[in-house]
């Protein structure tokens, strides 16, 4: 509890922040022509080669881009820019595909004098099609990185597909004596959108740290944040979360034996979680914000399991999407999921509604219960009494929307 | 391929068969009142104890009646006598519930002069209410089974909730020189309905095996059938598949090691591949009936997980729905499945309309594969040209029905 509010003191988010707002890092966008009218290509610059760490989708056919990108950052673990259009994912696409991937590496080092091992790339789009490289490469040349605010939006936005919203934050906080920052653009409308997919997350902060350490950090935070949001359980190939950290704030360098290590964990998590929070809001077709809360579990891992099977229940979604507040759907969801439950002792709430004492139905008011699911973001929140085990996940409703968008894609 | 010929010409389907079709069973529905107008409590009873095996719910709250139904059986391995009813899955009630449903058992036996523990009970209905035990006691005295073809379809249709037609089958071959019948009936419209979730199948045969040995092929068979299809992915706290064996064909007792084994277990394959489909096909808001097929996986394991991602990913299901060949999507649950998957070698066919060949896109015409999705069953092949192993999943459509009934349920 002490250490809760501690964070929260400390912790302080960045009003309009974004992938710019930590020291040390330019950025711009530009129209390409890939897709109609709007930004497509993007780019991250840091001053200097900075720590970086990355995860990628579990999916089993990975896109050109992130075989690229391991193969910069496992040469040195350091990466200077990052390169993303938006239109094509250069995914299923073959050795052409890789080959690309790697050209569009070389441009961005030609156009902004950085060594290729020192550039990550990205994409999200169609599957299946080819970098429409005269495009890209006119593009890139084309990009003119800044420090303003208007260049953090135009990446922020060059990367968006289907997305309604441009997702973007920055938290700071006080480390070794300095102000440390971590910004973060995101796109995402879901896993979902056909072959329009992808979630990519990319996170700058001026911290000092290792590579190594960065990693594990990452993996943590990853870990509660990005990978507990899900809008229909679908994964993409060209999934890729990525941070970089160049040391600008001017602290000493970052290890677990430092004071204010669980300090940048938090600093980052709490990028994260609102980045992914964006995105399962942003859901497509979404009317609401699902949180789900899971406590007495075995286990962490348990609770998160849980609470990613009740938010991604298509019965829940669509409960909540009808504001009816159906708790036989979340025991439902809480009964499939594949972790350890004792039947006997489980409470359910709909934000502060009790619905389920110790798995016996309480009586509650369904007027009242209907008023709360008419909220933006609606917390359902389960308690296992089964041990200290905690975890949480995010979603949104699956509405009328959501199959129009996806019945209706490319017809 | 021998073998299947041989199947298909040993295994014959019974025309309007179904629980009665096989000797030696009686049935029966009622109205007791626990529905609007419809019947809602049925039996099936064998002239004599039966050997009986059933699987459950892998639910972490399996609900009262499945626990009675499981002593009973544990008992002697026999049952005569199945009784079910609707509108009430008595699940989520505690230790009253379960005083409930073994009270059901007792009426059961006084009213039909049958062991209390020769009887099963199975339940399908909201969740957290209790039994109204007048109603289902008045039920009971008034059941009056018989055998003719509007007994059988009285038991059919009492077992039904939300489900739009009536389900049953029933195949026959011929094994150890006599005519053996497997016939079934089940309701289940998805596990989707909020509170009215459940799949209850009901098999009888004729023929004679041990209740060990018709466990292990019941477990054999509904590995392949009824836990191969989806609708939404969620699971049900009062899922059940049920066969009883009279003998009355009078076979000698079937053992694996009886020349004719493999014959029956492909009748009760097949029986239980024919309610699962109908199942399926009548998933919540469904207009078509999915099939996935995959070949060329390292294990039948693996290629049945696949085929269950692949018929369980909403983005696959709304573009079924929309009549859109993209196959981007299924290359996209096939990536995230729990399987082994070497990426570099799959095809992908919708019904015999190639679209991936080798992992890499093949031209096709839209026109062509639009046609083709207007069928009311869709056929999805996909070979990963990797192994032998074989699986299949069925499933169906995700269309604005589904959403309207799921979200507008209570309200």
């Not at 075995?298 to 829940?316: P, W």
């Not at 999921?337 to 006997?344: K, L």
């Amino acid at each position: 509890m002490k250490q809760a509010l501690t964070e929260k003191e400390i912790i302080r988010k960045v009003e309009s922040g974004g992938v710019l707002s930590p020291k040390g890092y330019l950025a711009g966008g530009v129209h390409a022509g890939l897709r109609y009218n709007k930004l497509d290509i993007g780019v991250i610059i840091s001053e200097k080669p900075a720590s970086c760490a990355a995860v990628y989708t579990t999916s089993h056919f990975q896109a050109a881009p992130l075989w690229v990108t391991r193969d910069s950052i496992s040469s040195e673990g350091l990466i200077q820019a990052v390169i993303v259009n938006s239109a094509c994912a250069n995914a299923c696409t073959g050795q052409k595909g890789l080959e690309d991937a790697y050209k569009m590496r070389a441009l961005a080092s030609e156009a902004f004098k950085v060594a290729q091992h020192h550039i990550a790339v990205a994409s999200t789009g169609v599957i299946g099609e080819f970098l429409p490289m005269e495009k890209i490469e006119a593009g890139i040349k084309a990009l003119v990185p800044g420090s303003s605010e208007k260049n953090a939006q135009d990446f922020q936005t060059a990367i968006l597909t289907t997305d309604t919203v441009m997702k973007s934050c920055c938290y700071s906080a006080e480390i070794d004596g300095k102000l440390v920052h971590a910004g973060g653009a995101a796109k995402g409308s879901g896993m979902i959108h056909p072959n329009m997919a992808t979630m990519l997350g990319f996170i700058t902060t001026d911290a000092s740290i290792s590579t190594e350490h960065l990693h594990s950090a990452l993996k943590e935070v990853t870990d509660v944040t990005f990978n507990q949001i899900t809008v229909d359980g679908d994964t993409s190939t060209n999934d890729m979360v990525l941070v970089m950290a160049n040391g600008e704030a001017g602290t000493k360098e970052l290890t677990p034996d430092h004071p204010d290590w669980t300090i940048f964990v938090d600093l980052l998590k709490a990028n994260c979680e609102d980045l992914a929070k964006q995105i399962a809001r942003d859901g497509e077709g979404a009317t609401k914000l699902i949180e789900v809360t899971v406590s007495g579990a075995g286990s962490n891992e348990d609770a998160r399991t849980i609470a990613k099977q009740i938010v991604g229940s298509n019965l829940v979604k669509t409960a909540v999407f009808g504001e009816d507040a159906n708790w036989g759907r979340i025991i439902g969801a809480v009964g499939q999921a594949d972790a350890i439950v004792g039947p006997g002792n489980v409470d359910i709430q709909l934000g502060d509604i009790l619905m389920l004492k110790g798995s016996t139905p309480v009586e509650f008011s369904e007027e009242e219960a209907k008023a709360y699911l008419e909220n933006e973001t609606v917390e359902i929140k389960v308690n296992l009494n089964g041990g200290a085990g905690k975890g949480m996940a995010w979603g949104c409703d699956l509405s009328y929307d959501y199959v129009k968008i996806n019945a209706s894609y490319r017809t």
